[in-house]
C-alpha cells in the first residue's frame, strides 16, 4: 500500500509540482531571471546564462530572462514575453527567452522596450526598427545551434550582447536627446524670460514715452502760447474803488536793501 | 485769439471779477477788499487822503519817470526795444518806470496808487492808455519797488508773480543796476501776461461752452 501511493505520489509530483505558467498568474520573479523549475538547463549552462544576464543588467541595464516551461502556454508568445517583462520588473529594454522542454517550435526570443522613451517620433521608430533586427539575429543565431540546450545559451548569450548594445545606443540617444531637449528648454526658456524681459520693458516704456510725449507737446503748447502775436485782453468793467479813476493801487513791495547807512548817511 | 478777443471786446464787456486773481486791497491799511468801495470800511481811506500825503504836483506819466536819471540814453534806448517786443504780444499794456528818492515813512504802494491816479491825463490818447498801464515804481534811497496796475489791465495780473519778479531780480535792484533789472523786469512781465492771457482764454473758453449749453436746454424746453 505504501509502494502504492508512494508510485502515485512520484508519478503525480511533477504534475503537481508545476506551477501554472500563464497570464495573469505568473510566478514571482527569479532572482537569477532564469525559471527553470525542472532543472532542464544542466548546471553548468545555468552558470553561464546566468552570468550573461547579469553582466548585461550590470553594464548596460537590460534585463533578460529565461522561461523554460514544461508545455506551451496558452498566451501568445509576444503576449506572454511581455506580461514576464513587465511582471518581473523589467525596465526600458527587456530580453525573454522562453522554451517548452521537447517543443521543436521553441526556444523562442522575444525583445521589447517600453512604450515610449521620450524621444523623437523618427527616433524611436529608428530604434525599434532595430531592436527588431537584433532579435532577428539572435534568433538566427541561436538556431544554428543544435542542440536545444545550446540554442537557448547562445540565444541568451546574443540576447543579452544585442540588448546591451542597444542599450548602450539607448543611452547615447538619452543623453543626446536630454542635451538637445535641455537646450531645447534653455532656448524655450530663454525665449519666455526674453518675453518676459519685452513684457517688463513694455510696461516701463510705454508709460515713460507717454509722458516724454505728454511733455513736448505740453511744452510746445507753452512756447506756442509764450510766442502770442497781438493778444488783446477782453474788455472789463473796471472794479473801481476809493474814488480812484484809473487804478485802485497794487500790494505788490519787494525791499532790496536801503542806501541808508546806521549813521544816516547815504552810500553810493 | 487776438481778432477773437477783439471782436469780443467790441460785442461783451466782462465783469473785471470774473479774471481777477489778486484780492484788492486798501492803499492805506492794506487790508483786503471783497468788494470795491469808495472808501475803506477799516480806515476810511480814499483817494482824497493822498492829497495829504502827497502835496505836489504828480510828475506826468511816462515811460520813464527818472528825475535823477538813473537811466542813461542807451538804457532808454535798450528798454524801448524790450518794451516794442513785448508790445508785439501784448499791443495793450504799458509798462512805465519811475525811478524816485522818498521818504522812509512814505508807503511806496501808496505812492504809486497816488502817481497812477493823480498824474496828469493830458488827452485822450493817455485816457486810453492810463488804465492799461503797470507802473513800476522804485524807491532808490530806501531800496524798495512796487508795481501798480491800471484797472484795465488789473484783472490779468497776479500780485505774486510781480513779487517773485521783483525779488529774483533782487541782485540787480541791490546792486542799482536798474537797466538790467529793468530788462529782465519786462521778460517777466511777458510771462505773466502770458498766464495773463491763458487764464483769459480759458475763461472765455468756459464761458461760451457754459451759454450753449443754457442755449441747447432753453432751446429744448
Known amino acids: 500500500m505504501r509502494l502504492l501511493i508512494l508510485f502515485f505520489v512520484s508519478f503525480l509530483s511533477p504534475l503537481v509540482g508545476r506551477e501554472s505558467f500563464e497570464l495573469g498568474n505568473l510566478p514571482p520573479a527569479p532572482n537569477s531571471g532564469v525559471y527553470d523549475p525542472e532543472q532542464w538547463l544542466t548546471a553548468q549552462a545555468r552558470v553561464e546564462i546566468e552570468e550573461s544576464m547579469a553582466r548585461a543588467k550590470l553594464n548596460w541595464k537590460t534585463q533578460v530572462f529565461l522561461v523554460v516551461l514544461p508545455e ?67 534568433t538566427g543565431r541561436a538556431m544554428r545551434e543544435g542542440d536545444h540546450r545550446l540554442q537557448v ?37 530663454k525665449k519666455q524670460s526674453n518675453a518676459r524681459f519685452i513684457k517688463r520693458l513694455l510696461l516701463v516704456l510705454v508709460p515713460l514715452a507717454l509722458l516724454v510725449v505728454g511733455i513736448v507737446i505740453s511744452r510746445i503748447r507753452k512756447k506756442r502760447k509764450e510766442t502770442r502775436v497781438d493778444f488783446y485782453f477782453p474788455e472789463t468793467s473796471p472794479r473801481r474803488r476809493f474814488r480812484a479813476p484809473w487804478s485802485g493801487g497794487g500790494d505788490v513791495i519787494v525791499k532790496f536793501g536801503s542806501r541808508i547807512q546806521k549813521d544816516g548817511s547815504r552810500k553810493g | 485769439m487776438g481778432k477773437d478777443v477783439t471782436d469780443s471786446r467790441k460785442r461783451k464787456v466782462y465783469r473785471a471779477k470774473s479774471f481777477a486773481v489778486s484780492a484788492m486791497a486798501c492803499p492805506g491799511c ?25 502835496p505836489y504836483e504828480a510828475p506826468a506819466m ?40 522818498l521818504d522812509e515813512e512814505t508807503d511806496l504802494r501808496e505812492f504809486g496808487f497816488w502817481m497812477m491816479n493823480a498824474s496828469p491825463v493830458p488827452d485822450q490818447n493817455e485816457a486810453e492808455w492810463r488804465p492799461w498801464t503797470i507802473l513800476l515804481v ?18 490779468f495780473l497776479d500780485d505774486e508773480a510781480w513779487a517773485d519778479l521783483i525779488r529774483k531780480e533782487q541782485m540787480h535792484f541791490f546792486g542799482r543796476d536798474y537797466v538790467n533789472a529793468a530788462l ?21 473758453r468756459g464761458n461760451r461752452a457754459v451759454g450753449s449749453r443754457k442755449q441747447r436746454k432753453e432751446k429744448r424746453s
Not at chain 1, 522613451?117 to 532579435?135: H, I, Q, R, V, Y
Not at chain 1, 542597444?166 to 524655450?188: F, P
Request: charged fraction near 25%.
Open chain 1, 72 to 138: 506551451r502556454p496558452e498566451a501568445d508568445g509576444d503576449v506572454l514575453a511581455r506580461a514576464i517583462a513587465e511582471g518581473w520588473g523589467a525596465g526600458r529594454l527587456w530580453g525573454v527567452a522562453i522554451h517548452v522542454v521537447g517543443d521543436p517550435e521553441f526556444p523562442a526570443f522575444y525583445a521589447g522596450r517600453k512604450d515610449s522613451f521620450g524621444w523623437p517620433e523618427s527616433k524611436e521608430n529608428e530604434f525599434t526598427a532595430d531592436l527588431n533586427e537584433a532579435l532577428a539575429d539572435v
Open chain 2, 30 to 54: 492794506h487790508v483786503t477788499l471783497t468788494e470795491a468801495a469808495t472808501e475803506c470800511a477799516r480806515c476810511g481811506y480814499s483817494g482824497s487822503h493822498t492829497v495829504a500825503r502827497f
Open chain 2, 184 to 204: 529782465n523786469f519786462i521778460q517777466g512781465a511777458g510771462m505773466i501776461l502770458n498766464q495773463g492771457a491763458s487764464r483769459a482764454e480759458r475763461k472765455i
Open chain 1, 153 to 189: 545559451q547562445t540565444g541568451i548569450h546574443e540576447l543579452s550582447g544585442e540588448l546591451g548594445y542597444l542599450g548602450i545606443m539607448m543611452s547615447r540617444i538619452d543623453r543626446l536627446h536630454d542635451k538637445a531637449r535641455g537646450e531645447g528648454v534653455k532656448v524655450y526658456r
Open chain 2, 62 to 101: 511816462g515811460r520813464f519817470i527818472d528825475p535823477q536819471g538813473h537811466f542813461s540814453e542807451d538804457d532808454r534806448m535798450r528798454i524801448g526795444k524790450s518794451l516794442a517786443e513785448l508790445a508785439k504780444k501784448f499791443p495793450q499794456p504799458r509798462i512805465c518806470f519811475s525811478v524816485v528818492d
Open chain 2, 138 to 155: 522804485i524807491d532808490d534811497i530806501n531800496g524798495r519797488a512796487s508795481v501798480t496796475p491800471g484797472y484795465a489791465i488789473e484783472p
